[in-house]
């Protein structure tokens, strides 16, 4: 089986722009699950999507934000990117049940100017 | 008060050292991951533990529920075993959001 897929693996915005990520989940998976990690902050939950619907989210401004599609691809969004928002993207994939391990991505890192 | 606290936050070895990484936690979880970031980025996940000990390899993870508390063990480590380790704790509920802690930064010496 292919493993989580990311892309676009590196991006460089400048502030007030937009940004979308995409992430591809393994086969099969119905869950994707968004984190952003940086160094002064560490790893943090910013959205899961299950079966197309936002099933849980993280403590991030509304500037932040995702959607699921129909073949469980998911994108993140964030909009008027601010230098904070420079990080690693990650997605992790799941079957869904909530009982599973999460298998994750190689990252998105992006980088704002 | 972080949620989840490990220690040490950087350890050096020497290669064929027992390695053990410790987790604390504060609150009440379904299951405990033990992942690994090697430079680059990619995490991998090792563990998923809901009670006792899993084996995989020279890798060792325990928990104990009630004390809040697991650890990591890497034995006979080696220079590959460099790498970030980082404890995470789901919460009960159906969901896979993670809660993590700042993880452990390994470097094995040859």
């Known amino acids: 089986k292919a493993g989580v897929t990311q892309t676009p693996r590196y991006l460089i915005k400048t502030r007030g722009q937009q940004v979308t990520l995409s992430c591809s989940p393994i086969?099969?998976?119905?869950?994707v699950s968004w984190y952003q990690q940086t160094p002064g902050q560490g790893l943090q939950f910013l959205f899961e999507?299950?079966?197309?619907?936002?099933?849980n989210k993280g403590n991030f401004p509304g500037r932040f934000s995702g959607r699921q599609f129909s073949n469980s691809r998911s994108e993140m969004n964030v909009s008027t990117l601010e230098l904070g928002d420079s990080a690693l993207y990650l997605c992790?994939?799941?079957?869904?049940?909530?009982?599973?391990?999460?298998?994750f991505g190689p990252g998105t890192r992006l980088t704002v100017l | 008060k972080n949620e989840v606290e490990q220690s040490p936050q950087n350890l050096t070895a020497q290669e064929g050292e027992f390695i053990t990484i410790n987790c604390s936690y504060s609150?009440?979880?379904?299951?405990l991951h033990w992942l690994q970031q090697h430079p680059g980025g990619g995490i991998v996940s090792l563990f998923m533990?809901?009670?006792g000990k899993k084996k995989h390899g020279r890798l060792i993870a325990t928990i104990n529920i009630q004390e809040k508390h697991s650890s990591l063990h890497i034995t006979a480590s080696h220079p590959r075993d460099s790498a970030v380790y980082i404890c995470?704790?789901?919460?009960?509920?159906?969901?896979?959001?993670?809660?993590f802690g700042t993880g452990t930064r390994l470097q094995v010496f040859p």
């Open positions: 999507y299950f079966s197309e619907t936002q099933r």
């Open positions: 609150v009440g979880i379904s299951a």
């Open positions: 533990l809901s009670s």
């Open positions: 992790a994939s799941s079957s869904g049940s909530g009982t599973d391990t999460q298998y």
């Open positions: 995470a704790v789901k919460k009960g509920g159906n969901t896979d959001k993670l809660i």
């Open positions: 086969s099969g998976h119905r869950s």
